[in-house]
Nanobody, 129 residues
Framework: QLQLVESGGGLVQPGGSLRLSCAAS????????IGWFRQAPGKEREGVSC????????DYLDSVKGRFTISRDNAKNTVYLQMNSLKPEDTAVYYC??????????????????????WGQGTQVTVSS
């Protein structure tokens, strides 16, 4: 199973920023596309963003487009999620996981969750004044 470790969450005021990090444990990250997911209390887990293994293709949930940026540094075996202009509705536990990337006929990149992930504890993001 693929185990990833999330960090960087915290309490931030609306309009603030955070950068989350996702590090691989026991395997090389550059072989995998990686996605960020989040789960708010009482809600199902949803995909937020994903990035191809090379970093050349990305996809975002509509509600975070223009505010969040996913990136990766394969030399550091780490994927990042820069979150700007945070809103209270962004409050959730954020997780990263290995995904499978593909392309729609339109050329848009999208990702689906792999079945061999081991979900970690995630990192809590709370946006509140």
């Amino acid at each position: 199973q693929l185990q990833l470790v999330e960090s960087g969450g915290g309490l931030v005021q609306p309009g603030g920023s955070l950068r989350l990090s996702c590090a691989a444990s026991g395997f090389t990250l550059d072989s995998y596309a990686i996605g960020w997911f989040r789960q708010a209390p009482g809600k199902e887990r949803e995909g937020v963003s994903c990035i191809s293994n090379s970093g050349s293709s990305t996809d975002y949930l509509d509600s975070v487009k223009g505010r969040f940026t996913i990136s990766r540094d394969n030399a550091k075996n780490t994927v990042y999620l820069q979150m700007n202009s945070l809103k209270p509705e962004d409050t959730a536990v954020y997780y990263c996981a290995a995904v499978t990337g593909n392309y729609y006929p339109s050329g848009r990149y999208f990702c689906t969750l792999r079945g061999d992930n081991y979900w970690g504890q995630g990192t809590q993001v709370t946006v509140s004044s």
